[in-house]
């Protein structure tokens, strides 16, 4: 419910940049807690207390319709019981088919105001200071299939929770058609998409209602 933090980091030496890069992205000011704490006060208890009870009843919503959406390409929900607030569908299939998809995906729903989800490559291995990950990103050295992660956040509504479904639907779509055709994806129709999908999303947050010049057109 409020703004995350960031950087611009520069300088003169590209290797000490890219060491930079490789590690998790720091917090550059104190805007965003200031943010938090305005945002608490703003709710109140009650109110703060309501948005839990709805983030609960929205993670049920949304283990529902990933579960749906993951049948439909045949991989699965990840069971994952000891943990309320995050998902992670399973993209077995998708990677098997398609060694690059895994992270192809991640940037499309980037590219799609999907920030929340991340996308998780099998056996990715990362050096950051001289330490070795395994499994970089995930949660155990060799996790047994790539996956997407998806968290149930406060704040989130169920026109949230549709619209992630439908642009993670879309892209899942986009990928099939390139496997079953054997051809590329094609940029000029994906910008067209995207900026279609990306009004449409601006449309909803303003409420804005179709006019008769509208429906003509």
């Known amino acids: 419910m409020v703004p995350v933090g960031g950087a611009i980091i520069a300088g003169f030496n590209e290797s000490f940049i890219q060491e930079i890069s490789k590690m998790y992205p720091g917090r550059a000011s104190a805007s965003p807690s200031l943010d938090a704490l305005i945002t608490l006060l703003s709710q109140g208890a009650n109110g703060y207390k309501q948005l839990l009870k709805e983030r609960k009843d929205m993670y049920v919503y949304l283990a529902n319709e990933l579960r749906k959406l993951a049948e439909v390409y045949n991989e699965r929900l990840l069971d994952t019981p000891h943990n309320p607030i995050s998902l992670a569908m399973s993209l077995k299939n998708l990677d098997e088919q398609k060694s690059t998809a895994i992270t192809q995906l991640g940037s499309m729903l980037f590219t799609r105001q999907v920030s929340g989800a991340r996308v998780v490559p099998l056996g990715s291995v990362q050096t950051v200071n001289g330490y070795t990950f395994k499994g970089f990103m995930s949660h155990a050295n060799a996790y047994s299939c790539a996956y997407l992660n998806a968290a149930s956040a406060i704040g989130m509504k169920k026109q949230d929770v549709d619209l992630f479904i439908k642009r993670l639907d879309k892209c899942l779509k986009t990928f099939q058609k390139e496997i079953q ?34 429906l003509s057109a």
Do not use: C, R, Y
Request: net charge negative.
């Open 181 to 214: 055709t054997g051809s590329g994806i094609q940029s000029s129709s994906q910008n067209t998409d995207l900026i279609e999908e990306l009004s449409g999303s601006l449309g909803d947050v303003l409420h804005i209602e179709p006019t008769k010049d509208n």
